[in-house]
């Protein structure tokens, strides 16, 4: 292969992986939030809301995050890029051009896969049986240790499967933001 292409895969697995260290806690996170914590009348609107954000093109978030959030992230980037720049990521195509890094193309596409992820993992988590989570609470347990120790490794493999469906988006989708 050519070298140049060599230079944008490697960009893209780095974008990848930024994307799904950001996505997939606060996925996870808004995934429980709307099974376990929100009410019931809130519930059928967020859970909607989630799945439209999933089905919105990536193009479209890809031309906002670029066009949008690279001047609010431009301070924190420089504030990172300071002690943090001899790591990869971190490091800018130009000094002083914090709009070509490979953290926020990353950010961008988190947010890309964020409904994705939380969709596949909400899903999941809504199928955990009734009864087991009332088993916990009955024992004396708590709603996060009914969380922790009934729902999460209930749903286990179904978030595994998430996170690989958002990863795969992400490596898909960052050849598109590499190009922008």
């Not at 944008?8 to 806690?25: H, K, N, Q, R, T």
């Not at 519930?43 to 690279?70: C, H, K, M, Q």
């Not at 199928?127 to 490794?153: K, S």
């Not at 749903?155 to 050849?175: D, K, M, P, W």
């Amino acid at each position: 292969l050519h070298p140049g292409v060599l230079g944008l895969l490697g960009g893209s697995v780095e974008i990848a992986v930024v994307a799904v260290v950001i996505a997939f806690p606060v996925s996870i996170a808004t995934a429980l939030m709307i099974n376990e914590f929100a009410p019931q009348r809130m519930r059928a609107w967020l859970t909607g809301l989630i799945d439209l954000l999933a089905t919105v093109p990536s193009i479209v978030y890809g031309f906002w995050g670029l066009e949008a959030l690279t001047r609010y992230v431009k301070g924190p980037s420089a504030w990172i890029v300071a002690p943090l720049g001899f790591i990869p990521v971190f490091r800018t195509s130009e000094p002083g051009n914090f709009e070509n890094s490979i953290f926020i193309c990353g950010l961008v596409v988190s947010i890309m896969i964020i409904p994705v992820i939380t969709s596949i993992a909400r899903e999941v988590m809504a199928q955990t049986p009734l009864d087991a989570c009332e088993a916990a609470l009955a024992l004396g347990g708590t709603r996060w240790g009914m969380i922790t120790d009934v729902v999460l490794p209930f749903s286990r493999s179904g978030i595994v499967g998430a996170t690989l469906l958002g990863l795969s988006r992400a490596l898909g989708e960052t050849i598109a933001v590499l190009l922008i």
